[in-house]
C-alpha cells in the first residue's frame, strides 16, 4: 500500500492554490492507495504568528468548509483512494491548552492528525525555525550558538511528544529534524545525538508515529528527508510506526523524497497505528 500522510491543500496560506482535486488526481495517477490532507490548523487566537506575512496557519473562517470539502471529496473518490480529513497542529510552548480546546472541539471529524513544532519561545517571545536563512540567522543570535537554536528545538519537540492534549492528540510527530532545513548553510559543531535518542525513546513510549517526511530533499540546504536515515534506522530498532509524507504544498510536489526513503522502513498507513 502506498501512502502520503502530509499532504497541504488551497486552504495554505503560503502555499499554492493548486484544487483538492489536483491533488487527487494526481496521487492517483502516481500510485498512491491513500492520502492524508493535513492543512496548517488555526493558530490559537491570542498567539502572534511571528512571520512576517502572519500566514503559518489556515484561518480559522475556513476550517468548517476545509472540512465539509473533504467530506464530499472522501465520497466521489471512495473507489479509487481512500481520503482522509486531517490537521498538521502546531504545538506552541504556553499554548497547550488553547491547543487541547481546540482539539476537543474539532477532533472528531478528523481521520488523522499531525503534531508539528514550527516555533521556539525565548524570552517570551516566538521564533518560527524554518522560515528563512534569514529568519534562522536571527534565532541564532537569540539563542546563543547554532547549538542553541537546535537544543531549543528538541527540548520543545520533547515537550510536543509528552504534552497532554487531550483524546484527540494527534498520533504522529512532524518533521523531527526540521531543525536541519538550513544545515548547509548552518552547519553545527556537536552532535545532538543523545537528543535524538531521548525524542526516539519518549516517542515509542507514548505509542506515537513518525512522520517520515521526504520534503527536505527538495529543500537547497538541507537535501536530506526529515528525518535522516540514520535516524529512521533507530526508529526502525524500535518499532516506531513510519507514515511517509511529501509535506506537498503543491500537486508537483507529491511524490517527492519518496525514491529517497529507507528501503528497509515498513511505511504504514496512518489510520492504522
Not at 21 to 32: D, K, M, T, V
Not at 61 to 81: G, M, T
Not at 120 to 142: G, H, N, R, T, W
Request: glycine letters at 6%.
Amino acid at each position: 500500500m502506498k501512502v502520503d500522510g502530509h499532504i497541504h491543500t488551497p486552504f495554505c496560506p503560503h502555499g499554492t492554490k493548486d484544487s483538492f482535486e489536483q491533488y487527487i488526481s494526481r496521487a492517483i495517477e502516481l500510485g498512491f492507495n491513500e492520502i492524508t490532507f493535513t492543512e496548517h490548523a488555526p493558530l490559537p487566537s491570542n498567539f502572534i504568528d511571528p512571520t512576517p506575512k502572519k500566514d503559518s496557519g489556515m484561518d480559522p473562517e475556513n476550517l468548517e468548509r476545509y472540512i465539509a470539502e473533504i467530506s464530499v471529496l472522501k465520497k466521489k473518490y471512495a473507489s479509487d483512494l481512500k481520503i482522509n480529513i486531517g490537521l498538521e497542529v502546531d504545538y506552541i510552548e504556553g499554548y497547550e491548552e488553547d491547543t487541547k480546546t481546540f482539539l476537543n472541539e474539532y477532533g472528531t471529524y478528523l481521520d488523522d492528525s499531525i503534531l508539528s513544532v514550527h516555533f521556539l519561545k525565548k524570552d517570551e517571545k516566538y521564533y518560527c525555525v524554518d522560515y528563512s536563512p534569514d529568519m534562522f540567522q536571527i534565532m541564532i543570535q537569540e539563542f546563543s550558538s547554532i547549538e542553541g537554536v537546535y537544543e531549543a528545538y528538541y527540548n520543545t519537540l520533547l515537550l510536543s511528544i509528552s504534552a497532554d492534549l487531550g483524546v484527540y492528540k494527534p498520533k504522529r510527530i512532524g518533521h523531527i529534524s526540521l531543525v536541519h532545513k538550513f544545515q548547509k548553510k548552518f552547519p553545527i559543531a556537536n552532535s545532538f545525538e543523545k537528543k535524538v535518542t531521548e525524542v526516539l525513546d519518549l516517542v515509542a513510549k507514548m505509542g506515537l508515529a513518525l512522520d517520515y517526511n521526504g520534503a527536505g530533499i527538495n529543500k537547497p540546504l538541507c537535501r536530506e528527508p526529515y528525518p535522516p536515515e540514520k535516524v529512521v534506522k533507530e526508529a526502525i530498532k524500535r518499532k516506531i510506526p513510519l507514515v511517509y509524507g511529501s509535506d506537498a504544498h503543491s500537486s508537483k510536489d507529491l511524490n517527492q523524497g519518496f525514491d529517497f526513503l529507507l528501503q528497509e522502513a515498513v511505511l504504514v498507513s496512518p489510520t492504522l497505528f
